[in-house]
């Protein structure tokens, strides 16, 4: 394998051909690795998925009543065809995770979205080392700026 194409771009979505996996495949595949269980990440109709184990409940609700979902927590290692696969905390909202692939030393790391901002609901952002990263960036231009989250729950409390 050519360093750098362990990962790439497809019509389905994000797809590890050595792993033979999908990340947040946007169109039908057999295995999917799923950051999260919002509708723009975890989408119907895949054969399989692997989410982070504070995710699985929210994907059964989020996929078919017979989707086949299997889990690991935070941290712990899996591996297809060689692919070593774990989740990391991505901060986001429960159950969201960063994906860490790692084949023959190489490192990447699939973001999903992802916020620094402390948030008592999920948890903490954890950096991960790796040789590549590819981060989500919805919000991320600079134009965003978000009222810290004490101060607007602070302000609902008061409403
Ligand atoms: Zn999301």
């Not at 184990?53 to 690991?72: F, H, K």
């Not at 960063?98 to 609901?121: I, M, N």
């Not at 607007?152 to 008061?158: H, S, W």
Request: net charge negative; charged share 20%; with cysteine.
């Amino acid at each position: 394998m050519k360093r750098g194409s362990l990962i790439s771009l497809t019509k389905c979505g994000l797809y590890c051909k050595q792993g033979d996996f999908y990340i947040d495949p946007w169109l039908p595949v057999p295995k999917a690795v799923v950051t999260h269980a919002h509708a723009d990440h975890a989408y119907r109709g895949n054969d399989s998925y692997l989410v982070v184990s504070e995710c699985e409940p929210l994907a059964r609700i989020r996929l078919d009543p017979e989707a086949v979902v299997s889990s690991l927590d935070y941290g712990v290692e899996t591996s297809l065809n060689g692919v070593k696969i774990s989740f990391h905390p991505a901060g986001h909202i429960l159950g969201s995770a960063q994906v860490r692939v790692e084949y023959k030393g190489e490192v990447w790391v699939a973001s999903g979205d992802y916020k620094l901002t402390p948030d008592p609901t999920c948890a903490p952002f954890e950096p991960v080392k790796c040789n590549y990263f590819i981060t989500e960036a919805t919000f991320g231009l600079p134009v965003y700026r978000w009222t810290d989250p004490k101060v607007v729950f602070a302000e609902i409390d008061e409403w």
